[in-house]
């Protein structure tokens, strides 16, 4: 579509997480303003089982049809593995997160390495 700009790249768990992982689990992948809303502009849901998973985040993924990835210049990726499939993050959830990419931008990778407490 005509001002879509796609984020994409590979969602990674650290090696020294995956025991507290199951296949099951869900992960969210989402892309947010770097300086804006903190609602995910765009998400897309996998299961653990797939990852490493390769990712692509566009406006048909917007959760807001008023809030698109198109309309900010910068982005922030990121990933959390849900044992509740809850999309709010819970203690306990696993996360990643890039740094500030721009819109557009390709092979960004987002490693799930920390623990919600």
Do not use: C, H, Y
């Amino acid at each position: 579509a005509a001002g879509n700009k796609a984020v994409s790249g590979v969602v990674k768990l650290a090696p020294e997480l995956a025991a507290k992982v199951t296949p099951t689990d869900t992960v969210f992948i989402f892309a947010r303003a770097a300086d804006g809303p903190r609602m995910p502009l765009a998400i897309m849901r996998k299961q653990a089982r797939e990852l490493p998973v390769t990712f692509t985040l566009d406006d048909t993924m917007a959760m807001r049809p008023d809030t698109r990835l198109s309309n900010f210049p910068r982005v922030v990726v990121g990933a959390r593995i849900s044992k509740a499939a809850n999309a709010t993050p819970q203690p306990g959830d696993l996360q990643g997160v890039s740094s500030p990419v721009t819109s557009g931008a390709t092979g960004v990778t987002v490693v799930i390495d920390s623990e919600i407490r």
